[in-house]
């Protein structure tokens, strides 16, 4: 029979005050895991979405605005800049893709984003080293009309490859498009937000109603923005322009008997531009920084940068927010230590008698202080296993509704390395608050003990 | 083992701070593989002449001598593992550790000397008549059967000097017998020498030699 028995059955047998005692170890570690893990992933989350990406184009305004509705859709977009604009960036020398953005808009069922965007984005990293990929057999976004969905609307509205959706004007609920998307493809699960966005093809998202804009007002927007005359503007798209007025003074019957084709560059919009630029990363790095400074100077819009800005908000925000949690779980876990301390030193009145037995049966003063020490360890390792365990389960019970409610991903059975210094943190602890009542047993009077 | 006793003086000190002399004894011997009664009255310093023996406590002076080895001037460790080795207490009230079965019990009398066996800790449980009750906690074995586990406890290091402390006190007429009987009988068979107090005619007249713990204040015990 060796210590570690002889503890374990001293603790068995006071099943309930040990259990107690462990359970408020359990649920300080429970806590400080599940707040570790939650931080974690959300953190990881937030620094690798949009990791792929060196900028993101907006209208002028706040830039964690922008990043938040562009890159994580938690957020609603600034306002929208002209198409010609985007055109401007595709011909970057500097750009290796400029993919637009447009969102606003909800899928019918279930509620989820909708970002019209080109293909490309498909093909660029949406973070270091990861791509998207869609099921086999399963296509991108080819025709006006298709969509790729993320896997969490795959799952949860239990859409497959070949249904038909339709979409929510954004912010008018009552607002159904009539015009339906097909999906052609279920990206695999990326644990970003892009799980639970629809994409749907830029071409089509132009031509639903409602969603290319007024011809007057998209000449006066540009003329606006780029510091040009109307006249200008209304020169430089002349042929659309003459179209779409020839068409103005139809009814609805005559215009819907038209072939329409793509909507005209003049009445489109975009909220944001992702941009890939050329070169190593480091040029990569000084290329941003010279286009960030350049649209300041311009003060037409603004570019932000995804990694910075969402560590400013790590840090700032997130970041305080984690460390109050922390500091709070550690409390709660110093909180049950004093508990342990408290129900072993208020045992060793109890238990004078059975540690005076001990030694006269030859145990020496320090087999029984490592006993009592032992104890405590063994108190904090139940509650530390089974706060870890527990912790998990929170956050795989948390998870879905984290996701739900806020739209972030957790993924449920994550691990943060963090989690391996619990375990030897709780075993200092129970050596420092068993230290005391070990001191006790060590020096306790045989002959006294035996007497009581 | 022989035990022996020289000049071994022991006092407490009393709240008022005066002094209160327990034990005074000038001399006393027990052979190896004898049996004795010590006859005293409650307070007589029956069980700190026990403590002392077994260096649970230390005397204020004299020396103790067990199978020729003064133990009085061991370190404490040293007497631990002395006792650990080559003692054996039955105690009154048995002080068996209720979260802990009969055998367990048993290989806790082990453990600290360092040689454990669960043969022959089940086989001491069987020599008391406890075959089947070696699994049960303290709490559901009579007081018979409680004593009889601190008997094989005790003989569980394989001590050669037995110390008990009025081990039939606490139990019934029937049982006193039995007890007597089992722990006489196995230190005879094992050699092991018994020096056994208690304050009871009947226990004594059990054994060839009895000793009178008369006079606390001026113990003189001789062979």
Known sequence: ?452 | MSLELIDVRKSYREPGGAELPILNISHFTLEEGEQVALIGQSGGGKTTLLNVISGLTRPDSGRVIIGGLDVTDLPEPARDRFRAERIGIVFQTFHLLPAFTALENVLLGMAFAGKQSRKYATELLDLMGLKARMNHKPGQLSVGEQQRVSVARALASRPRLMLADEPTASVDLANQENILKLLQETCREKNVSLLLVTHSQEVSSQFERVEQLSDFNQIEVHA
């Open chain 1, 1 to 452: 029979m060796n210590l570690v028995t002889i503890a374990f059955k001293s603790m068995k047998h006071r099943l309930v005050p040990s259990l107690l005692t462990s359970l408020s170890v359990a649920l300080g570690v429970a806590l400080m895991v599940a707040v570790l893990i939650l931080n974690t992933v959300v953190t990881k989350m937030f620094q690798e979405t949009g990791s792929g990406y060196d900028l993101v184009v907006g209208p002028q305004g706040s830039a964690t605005q922008l990043i938040l509705s562009t890159i994580y859709h938690i957020d609603n977009p600034i306002e929208n800049l002209p198409w010609r604009y985007y055109q401007e960036w595709q011909e970057d020398p500097r750009v290796k893709y400029a993919i637009p953005f447009n969102m606003g808009d909800t899928t019918e069922v279930g509620n989820f984003p909708i970002v019209g965007t080109t293909p490309q984005y498909f093909i660029t990293e949406y973070a270091p080293d990861k791509k998207f990929r869609v099921g086999k057999n399963e296509n991108g976004l080819r025709g006006t009309w298709d969509a790729v969905i993320g896997s969490e609307v795959a799952k949860r509205n239990g859409w497959k490859q070949g249904t038909k959706f339709k979409m929510i004007h954004a912010g008018q609920d009552d607002h159904v498009h009539e015009e339906e998307f097909t999906v052609q493809g279920v990206l695999a699960p990326t644990g970003t937000p892009n799980d639970r966005t629809a994409f749907v093809h830029i071409d089509g998202f132009f031509m639903m109603s409602d969603h290319s804009k007024p011809v007057r007002d998209a000449i006066k927007m540009e003329a606006q923005f780029f510091r040009e005359t109307e006249e200008q503007v209304t020169e430089r798209h002349k042929k659309d322009i003459d179209e779409i007025l020839r068409h103005e003074g139809e009814s609805d019957d005559e215009h819907a008997h038209h072939n329409h084709g793509p909507t005209p560059d003049i009445q489109k919009e975009v909220t944001s531009i992702l941009l890939v630029l050329e070169g190593t990363s480091l040029q990569r790095a000084n290329r941003a920084l010279i286009i960030q400074g350049e649209l300041r100077e311009g003060r037409r819009s603004q570019a932000a940068n995804p990694v910075q800005i969402m560590a400013r908000l790590i840090t700032n925000l997130v970041g305080n927010i984690r460390l109050a949690f922390l500091y709070m779980t550690s409390l709660i876990i110093v909180v049950s230590g004093i508990g342990i301390f408290v129900s072993i030193y208020n045992s060793m009145s109890d238990r004078k008698r059975e540690i005076a037995v001990m030694r006269a049966l030859g145990a020496r003063r320090t087999t029984v202080f490592s006993l009592i020490l032992m104890e405590s360890v063994l108190l904090c390792l139940l509650g530390g296993i089974f706060g870890l365990l527990f912790g998990h389960a929170i956050v795989f019970v948390a998870a879905p509704i984290i996701e739900a409610r806020s739209g972030l991903l957790i993924e449920s059975l994550a691990f943060t390395p963090v989690e391996l210094i619990v375990i030897p943190i709780l075993v200092v602890m129970a050596s420092l608050v068993g230290f005391l009542p070990g001191l006790t047993a060590y020096q306790s009077d045989v002959a006294e003990g035996l007497q009581s």
